[in-house]
Structure formats: C-alpha cells, structure tokens
C-alpha cells in the first residue's frame, strides 16, 4: 500500500508540474483571472487594430499569449490564433462603424475537448492574456481575398472538427485546436476547395509542423488525466501547427505580405 501511495504521489507531482507546457493554454475565451486593467486591454486591441487598418489589411492572422512565456513549450510563441477581419460593425446607436472582428476556434471552459466558432472582438481576444504582445501575419492581398471567400461561405464551418486536442495533429482528421483550423482554412483559400482530402494531402506536402518538445512521460500522463491532451492522432513522433510555423510556411511560398510584432509601446 505505501509503495501505491508513493505511486501515485509521484503522478500527482507530474500532473501539477504538466500545466507549465500545455494545460489551459489559453485557446478559450476569457473567462478566468484578467491580468491587465480594461483600459490598458481596450488601449491595445485598438492599436493592433490601427496597425492593420494602417498597413491596408483586410483579413490577418493574430496570435496571443495567454501564458507565461517561460511556461510555454520549446517554440510555441503564442497559445491561440485567431483571424482578423476588417467590418462594419454596428453601434449601439446603429451606426456602421469601421473595425476587425475577429474569428476563433474556442475550446469550451467546462468541457476544454470540445470547441465551437466564435466570433468575438479584438478587445475580448486579448482579455485575459498573460503578455501584451501581438503576433501578425499579414497575407498577400489575393490570399486575403479568399480567405475572406471561405470566411463567408459554409466551408468555414464544414472544416471545424470539434473534438479538441492542444497539440492536435494537423496531418489527420481525428481532433483539431485553434491553429489547425486556422491551417485548413488557409489551405482552402489557397487551393479554393473544401474536400479535406485535398486540404491534407496539400498540408503534408508543404507544411512544416512544429515538433512537441514535451517528455514522453508527461506527454502520456497528460493523455490519460487531461481532458485537452490527446496523442490518439500522432502515429509517430508528435507534431502539431503553431502561430510560427503557419508563418514559416506561408513566407516559404511567397504567401504573406508582412510578418510583425505589436506590443504597447513601440
């Protein structure tokens, strides 16, 4: 019985040490601890969104940090990946007013391997950061053009798969997390189709995943106590999509304009 015990003290020590890689890695609304005051969030949602409408950006690719950099996998830079999309935003007083709007897959607070599409604004994107920093993938013009094509039609709900994994395989159809999505959006604008068969094939070909610098040991004891770690998809060697390696790719094949970095000040 003491050497049970002990065993399972050590899964303990493991589990709580698990979420400096990857748990609650800040890809859901926010919902919990707001780490900055309202006007300094507000402050920053409207630079970044200055920054866009100044460089002519109709529709960008925005990462963000909703935890500490040091507690953040070897070369994921940013938690969750949204697109921003230059509207009409109605007012309260029913005005039409100029803005972005921005599109995310949110996995679910109470049930963190389930997502749903949620539209929501850059102020409540950037709510519950843990850094003020802005990531910014500006694509080409006519890649622009039809993202927003596939933003506006069915396919961009038709290439959500629910089921939830932070460090979903981007190779596969099995589970899928923000920067996934965010992928096969892009390679459907890119290819201008909707049959995921061709979006996969097209992704494995061209796309550089970035590997899950996690041990083997806390990689499994995630799997099996965490509700948003799955390695059910990866046959090999996990990998998964991040905000750099979408970057890497589309500036590999002449695809994005502009990559920058927007912080408060600066």
């Not at 920054?51 to 002519?56: C, Y």
């Amino acid at each position: 019985m003491k050497y049970i015990s002990r065993f399972f003290f050590i899964i303990a020590i493991i589990i709580f040490t698990y979420p400096v890689s990857f748990v609650n890695a800040g890809s859901s609304q926010a919902t919990g601890e707001i780490h900055f005051k309202p006007e300094e969030i507000v402050g920053f949602a409207k630079k970044v969104e200055k920054t866009l409408a100044e460089k002519g950006a109709r529709v960008a690719i925005v990462g963000r940090v909703g935890r500490e950099r040091n507690k953040l996998p070897e070369g994921v830079n940013y938690t969750h990946v949204g697109l921003a999309v230059y509207s009409q935003i109605s007012s309260a007083d029913g005005r039409k007013l100029p803005g972005y709007i921005m599109y995310n897959l949110y996995q679910r607070a109470n049930e963190p391997n389930v997502s749903d599409l949620i539209k929501d604004f850059p102020a409540d994107f950037f709510a519950g950061v843990e850094v003020m920093e802005a990531g910014i993938i500006i694509p080409t013009p006519k890649l622009q053009k039809r993202i927003l094509e596939v933003l506006v039609s069915q396919t961009y709900k038709e290439l959500h798969n629910p089921n939830y994994s932070v460090i979903a395989n981007p190779f596969t159809l099995e589970l899928q997390n923000c920067t996934e999505h965010t992928l096969d959006v892009i390679t459907a604008a890119i290819y201008q189709t909707n049959d995921l068969n061709i979006i996969k094939a097209n992704e494995k070909a061209y796309f550089d995943p970035q590997r899950v610098n996690i041990s083997p040991i806390k990689l499994m004891l995630g799997s099996w106590f965490v509700k948003d770690v799955a390695t059910s998809d990866h046959p090999d060697s996990p990998v998964t999509s991040t905000f750099t390696t979408i970057g890497q790719f589309l500036t590999k094949y002449n695809a994005a304009s502009e990559l920058l970095t927007i912080i408060p000040r600066g």
